[in-house]
């Protein structure tokens, strides 16, 4: 059974960092392109950022480029996505997720973390 487990996840001020972790079981990243998505009360889910874990490209929206990086760490199974310069409308519950290409879309990704919780406040 493939699981994704988001963490990292917590309240800061504006201008902080935060580092959120996806881990898996069940599934091996390598081969896989991970995403990381966030959805704000009220709002469709949306792309932030992806990584393909063979040759490690990356992709990231256009309102967290150069804020947002995401990294991976290959023995322990495990993406990151390091948040730097968070800002108010960062604020929405951000998602990992596991696919076969480096998608912007929602529906590129079959398997998905429970999501965990980014405050930040001004």
Do not use: H
């Amino acid at each position: 059974q493939v699981q994704l487990v988001e963490s990292g996840g917590g309240l800061v001020q504006a201008g902080g960092s935060l580092r959120l972790s996806c881990a898996a079981s069940g599934l091996t990243f390598s081969g896989y392109a991970v995403g990381w998505f966030r959805q704000a009360p009220g709002k469709e889910r949306e792309f932030v950022a992806a990584n393909r874990w063979s040759r490690f490209t990356t992709d990231y929206s256009d309102s967290v480029n150069g804020r947002f990086t995401t990294s991976r760490d290959n023995a322990k199974n495990t993406v990151y996505l390091q948040m730097n310069n968070l800002q108010p409308e960062d604020t929405a519950v951000y998602y990992c997720a596991a696919g076969i290409t480096t998608a912007r879309a929602v529906a590129g990704y079959a398997y998905w973390g429970q999501g965990t919780q980014v405050t930040v406040s001004s």
